[in-house]
């Protein structure tokens, strides 16, 4: 991870070009998936999960270099429902366009199990696509689909996942958009099993494998050892898997790690706390310290920007 960024040596236009670089070169630009594989050659890169576009631009100023869209966080926290599968690929599409517009990093989207079979597979992989995706994930669960931490999952055939990975990468229209393959075996038969498909979806055209609900750091370390492909590690809380640090899975080899439910599981207990004060003191006075202020919230924003913009072009007076 780069150190937070500094807001002013963050102004990007558009097309996530610096200003200050004598403005766009058609050389310079490289897609939302040619970016993160260009990331991922340089280190092991921290994905948090981002609850709506507020946190993934906090997620950006604070430096990070990629935002992954939850299907867990986008489910409780958009809809407050489960991570069953119920929100649809136009919800999805909707939610993965918030995120892309409002900042410039790349995004990876848990299109869960892709919401039907290789055929629909193909339409949402273009219609994440469309909304700006860098990556964009697939399962090998049957529908009703459940968190990859819970019991009671069940997988479906090698050959249906993998028809859908095939669907998925000539469904592309930029051959850097990234196709993940998670799969949820470790839970379900166990690790050789894993191990096996994620050989098979490689084959079928996967870039990256989820290697999802692994138990042990050794099992991190023996998958990693067998599989050679970019490979992302899920470092959710109060799963079946172990926290492992960074330094440990990048040591490992592993490209990517993922924190899908951090931010969500933190703020959602902040907001706890917050209501309990408010309800037995009267006043959020005792909380003010905890608070992003009106300042910082504005400053993340860029408020200023659209006020000047109003000022100078559109006649606007501004406060
Ligand atoms: C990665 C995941 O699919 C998600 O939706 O973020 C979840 C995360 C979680 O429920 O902790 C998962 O199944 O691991």
């Known amino acids: 991870m780069a150190e937070p960024h500094d807001h002013e040596n963050c102004d990007h236009d558009h097309d996530g070009h610096d200003h200050d670089q004598g403005g766009f070169h058609p050389d310079d630009y490289a897609s939302p998936g040619k970016q993160l594989r260009l990331l991922i050659e340089d280190s092991t890169i921290q994905i948090p999960g981002a609850p709506n576009a507020l ?45 892309t517009r409002t900042m ?35 399962e090998d669960q049957v529908m009703p689909k459940r968190c990859g931490h819970l019991s009671g999952k069940t997988l479906v055939d090698v050959e249906a996942m993998c028809a859908k990975i095939r669907a998925a990468s000539g469904a592309r229209s930029d051959p850097d958009t990234v196709i993940i393959a998670r799969t949820d075996a470790r839970g379900v038969t166990n690790i050789d099993d894993a191990i096996a498909r994620a050989h098979k979806y490689l084959a079928a055209g996967a870039d990256w494998i989820f290697p999802e609900a692994l138990a042990t750091p050794e099992e991190f370390a023996r998958f990693a050892k067998e599989i050679e492909a970019p490979l992302m590690a899920n470092m959710t809380e109060f799963g079946k898997s172990p926290l492992l640090s960074l330094d440990d899975l990048a040591g490992m080899g592993y490209s990517a790690v993922l924190y899908p439910v951090t931010l969500l599981r933190v703020a959602m207990k902040a907001a706890e ?24 919230l504005y400053d993340l924003l860029d408020y200023q920007d659209f006020e000047e913009r109003d000022r100078a072009h559109f006649g606007g007076s501004g406060n």
């Open 55 to 99: 946190f993934a631009r906090l997620i950006q100023r604070m430096g990070y270099d990629a935002v992954y869209l939850s299907g867990a966080v986008f489910s409780a926290g958009v809809f407050g429902l489960p991570d069953v599968g119920l929100f649809t690929l136009t919800e999805l599409a909707q939610q993965t366009t918030y995120l």
């Open 273 to 296: 706390a917050a209501l309990a004060v408010l309800a037995t003191e009267g006043s959020q006075e005792s909380l003010l310290d905890l608070m992003q202020t009106r300042e910082e």
């Open 104 to 138: 410039t990093l790349p995004v990876i989207v848990d299109a869960d199990t892709g919401f039907g079979e290789a055929m629909n597979v193909e339409r949402t992989i273009v219609e994440l696509e469309a909304a700006g995706a860098a990556a964009i994930q697939l």
